[in-house]
């Protein structure tokens, strides 16, 4: 796939309003599919469905979260930090700055630690 075609790729996904409030929400801290649906106001499939786009652009990662219970849930953070588009010379450039994934692990959150760690080795 040539660049342009990651660029219009990008943008189109950007395009929507639910990835970019899913993008907002999880920027902030990681959050369920569920919470999303709360805060987005939108229903799961649609949360579901614009999860698994930001996915294929690696602008959201998902990871699991163990519950007290012994139970576990898949939670979501953004990975994208900003998306510059340059144009010169009749041709775009697109830089896409990622965040700092140490910065957005739960430091509460033993399985978020347990996982940069063994990522890290």
């Not at 599919?33 to 602008?59: F, G, M, N």
């Amino acid at each position: 796939m040539s660049e342009d075609r990651d660029l219009a790729d990008v943008l189109d996904a950007l395009s929507d309003e639910y990835a970019r409030a899913i993008l907002a929400e999880t920027s902030t801290e990681p959050m369920s599919a569920k919470t999303l649906s709360e805060r987005c106001d939108a229903s799961l499939p649609t949360v579901y469905r614009r999860i698994e786009r930001l996915q294929e652009h690696d602008l959201v990662t998902e990871r699991t979260r163990m519950k007290p219970d012994g139970g576990h849930h898949k939670v979501y953070t953004a990975t994208l930090s900003s998306l510059t588009i340059d144009l010169d010379d009749g041709e775009y450039e697109a830089t896409v700055e990622r965040t700092d994934r140490a910065a957005d692990l739960d430091a509460d959150d033993a399985a978020d630690r347990l996982t940069y760690m063994w990522e890290n080795l």
